[in-house]
Nanobody, 118 residues
């Protein structure tokens, strides 16, 4: 199973970015899917996740600014980030709970850097 991320980069405060993550491999289906982030010197933290039914959950710090969406047919999840702040600077990691015929496991993408700076 692979999670391939794209869309990171450098943006000015107040700007927007869209992150994408697509899963590939042999599995039955994907459960929860979403994004975490890790800033230098800090622990990895939840940004937003969405269930297979499309119900999202956001960290308080991004509510009203970030929107998470999912396309089950494309095995993809998208994070639209708006009104970005310098404190949003971090490596963003895609996460998916992948379900097999027997068992399930969490997988992570390689990470994509988001830098918010003037």
């Amino acid at each position: 199973v692979q999670l391939v991320e794209s869309g990171g980069g450098l943006v000015q405060p107040g700007g927007s970015l869209r992150l994408s993550c697509t899963a590939s491999g042999n599995f039955l289906r994907i459960g929860n899917m979403g994004w975490y982030r890790q800033a230098p010197g800090k622990q990895r933290e939840l940004v937003a996740t969405v269930t297979s039914a499309g119900s999202p959950n956001y960290a308080d710090s991004v509510k009203g600014r970030f929107t998470l969406s999912r396309d089950n047919a494309k095995k993809s999840v998208y994070l639209q980030m708006s009104s970005l702040k310098p404190e949003d600077t971090a490596v963003y990691y895609c996460n998916a709970r992948v379900i097999f015929l027997v068992g399930e496991n969490d997988y992570w993408g390689q990470g994509t850097q988001v830098t918010v700076s003037s």
